[in-house]
């Protein structure tokens, strides 16, 4: 059978697509690009927020009103494992919806030989970028007023160290240059088998399973959770990169308590921690604006915060509610203008830290993994290409742009010229080291 996947949503989703793809593959099930191609259309949703919610419905409905008779329509993922209901009642005429994680029985349901959610030895690479995500567990145990994810996803759970060394092997097997490690809480992880610093002795197997994979990449950090021993490890460790994402949300102590979040000695103790391990570590955060009661106060306790921890890359959302929180129902909601402006002045900041970050790169050199297919044409003329140093993370952080036409998956040593507010602008310094023709996987 022939199916078309979308998928929306986060990083996390995109490591549940690639599963599904997984189970669907397994069952001798081809992937199609276009639609009407397709047997079976298949949508991957969000249901984080009430926009992701919006943009899920619109999406199924989309592909409902454009299929033919002989199409099947199948919505999967988290928002109908929340609101299968409001699918439901917007789109009457799907075929089936499924929650998370049942990956295997939707693709025994169009008749897939999969029964396992074990890799299987030979799975085909189903990623068509340098950069594969491994999923190391899921779900959450923590107790974040504001967040559904542990009603959706249940209680965490890690994944097998040897599922993931495997999973590991075969992306590496099929050209990935760069393992990114998600999770809801990844410093929890192997805590459900009652172990410690599981992540630590999880980033070692890896860097030594997978040495050919120069980068390794962690992300979704809990404040407080980053031991000595796993930013050692992350020092010590050649192909594990120096930068860490970690989620902090606010900086104002009683907006965090409210948020039922870890204290502000928890982050400072986190950053201290990996600082003082990897002095040159690059640190990705983000922030909630316009939380509940959030006063104008407490918003400048979260600024003074950003502004003294400079953290290099800042990503921001403004406060929606989710039903079944108990923030949703809290008194004091912050205004949507006030929460624009508050928004507007936080990234007016977090801008101005991450340029003069990367003013701090220009002149060095260093490697940048080419993520584009094509080069395309700078303002001048000149072929260009756009790809990301170890200071960035795919898909939420800046960009490195190289002048020159380079193949997908190089990684290419250049000279920082220019530093934009949040990219790069980069010369090559030498020939490019392109990986074996036909080794990147494409889809
Ligand atoms: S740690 Fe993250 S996923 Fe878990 S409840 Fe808090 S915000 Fe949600």
């Not at 008779?69 to 009457?92: F, H, K, N, S």
Request: glycine content about 8%.
């Amino acid at each position: 059978m022939k199916y078309h996947l979308v998928t929306l949503g986060c990083a996390k989703n995109t490591v549940d697509s690639m599963r599904l793809e997984q189970a669907l593959r397994t069952g001798r099930h081809t992937a199609v690009t276009a639609p009407e191609e397709a047997d079976l259309l298949l949508v991957n949703t969000c249901g984080f927020i009430d926009a992701a919610k919006d943009e899920s419905v619109a999406v199924v409905r989309a592909l409902d009103a454009a299929r033919r008779a002989d199409q099947r329509l199948y919505v999967v993922g988290c928002m109908t494992q929340i609101a299968e209901d409001e699918v439901r009642a917007a789109v009457p005429n799907v075929d089936a919806t499924f929650g998370v994680e049942h990956w295997d029985e939707i693709a025994a349901s169009i008749g897939a030989a999969s029964e396992t959610y074990d890799i299987p030895a030979v799975a085909l690479p189903v990623f068509g970028a340098p950069s594969a995500y491994l999923k190391i567990s899921d779900g959450c145990d923590r107790p974040c007023t504001f967040c559904i994810i542990p009603t959706i996803k249940g209680a965490m759970h890690s994944a097998p160290v040897s599922r993931l060394l495997a999973e590991a092997r075969m992306y590496a097997a099929a050209g990935a240059k760069e393992l990114v490690l998600v999770a809801q809480d990844s410093t929890a992880y192997l805590e459900d088998a009652g172990g410690r610093d599981g992540l630590a002795a999880l980033l070692e197997e890896l860097s030594a399973g997978v040495p050919e994979v120069p980068w390794i990449r962690l992300m979704y950090a809990y404040p407080g959770r980053v031991t000595a021993r796993l930013a050692e490890a992350m020092a010590a460790l050649p192909n594990v990169v120096p930068y860490l994402d970690m989620p902090l949300q606010h900086g104002s102590e009683a907006v965090l308590r409210r948020m039922k979040r870890p204290t502000l000695a928890h982050s400072h103790r986190s950053i201290e921690t990996v600082r003082r391990a990897i002095p040159e570590v690059t640190l990705r955060s983000t922030f909630i604006v316009g939380f509940p009661g959030e006063t104008e106060a407490e918003f400048r306790d979260l600024l003074r915060f950003v502004e003294e921890q400079r953290i290099d890359h800042v990503g921001a959302f403004t406060y929606s509610p989710q039903a079944g929180t108990p923030a949703a129902s809290g008194p004091d909601q912050v205004p949507e203008p006030v929460k624009q402006e508050r928004y507007g002045r936080l990234m007016t900041l977090a801008q101005g830290i991450s340029h003069a970050s990367n003013r701090g790169q220009v002149g060095r050199e260093v490697d940048v993994l080419i993520e584009s297919r094509e080069p395309g044409r700078s303002a001048s003329g000149g072929e260009m290409v756009i790809g990301r140093t170890v200071r960035d993370a795919p898909e939420v952080d800046g960009l490195a742009l190289v002048k020159g036409a380079y193949q997908m998956g190089s990684m290419v040593r250049v000279r920082v010229d220019g530093a934009l507010p949040y990219d790069l602008l980069c010369t090559p310094v030498t020939i490019p080291v392109t990986p074996t023709p036909g080794a990147l996987a494409r889809p």
